[in-house]
């Protein structure tokens, strides 16, 4: 099973694909998810915004071809008090999701606080928590260090504990 992890944005957007082995023969706890790709894509500030959402869903959909994943796992919004930029993360989750929907994806949505319990155990934890436990949990480079880059892994493990397949 592969899982598309994003964690949206505008002008960086974490993807991760994530795969955990269906393998017979072991207890399923031995299973453990690999990153297989990873980074932070990220679209230059001096483009028209419409150029930027294009060329994340022209990522996303090179994303998806390449890796092959069955779901679409992304971060559903944090409303914070710049709500210029809420609506802007927002329109690029739409890019994001109707290139997973067009690819034949399911979507599964989760909240920072879900993704915190999911990784952490805790729904409050920070960061520097979550980043800590990504690399505990899944064997990665460690050069990635990109918060978004950390944070679509995180979102792709969150979707591995919930969904049953």
């Given at each position: 099973?592969?899982?598309?992890?994003?964690d949206p944005g505008f002008e960086?957007?974490?993807v991760a694909v994530l795969e955990k082995s269906s393998a017979q023969g072991g207890?399923?706890?031995?299973?453990?998810?690999?990153?297989?790709?990873?980074?932070?894509?990220?679209?230059s500030l001096k483009l028209e915004f419409a150029e930027?959402?294009?060329?994340?869903?022209?990522?996303?959909?090179?994303?998806?071809?390449?890796?092959?994943p069955e779901v679409l796992a992304i971060e559903t919004l944090f409303l914070n008090t710049n709500q210029k930029t809420v609506m802007r993360v927002a329109e690029a989750r739409g890019v994001v999701i109707y290139e997973a929907v067009q690819a034949g994806l399911r979507v599964f949505e989760a909240s920072p606080p879900q993704i915190k319990i999911a990784t952490t155990g805790y729904g409050r934890s920070?960061?520097?928590?979550?980043?800590?436990?990504?690399?505990?949990?899944?064997?990665?480079?460690?050069?990635?260090?990109s918060d978004d880059e950390l944070d679509a892994i995180a979102i792709a493990l969150t979707a591995f504990?919930?969904?049953r397949f």
């Open positions: 099973m592969r899982i598309l992890g994003i960086r957007l974490g207890p399923a706890s031995s299973r453990k998810e690999r990153v297989i790709f990873s980074e932070c894509f990220k679209t930027r959402l294009k060329l994340i869903g022209e990522e996303v959909r090179k994303v998806i071809k390449k890796y092959k920070d960061k520097k928590q979550i980043n800590k436990m990504v690399k505990m949990l899944v064997n990665i480079d460690n050069s990635k260090t504990t919930h969904l």
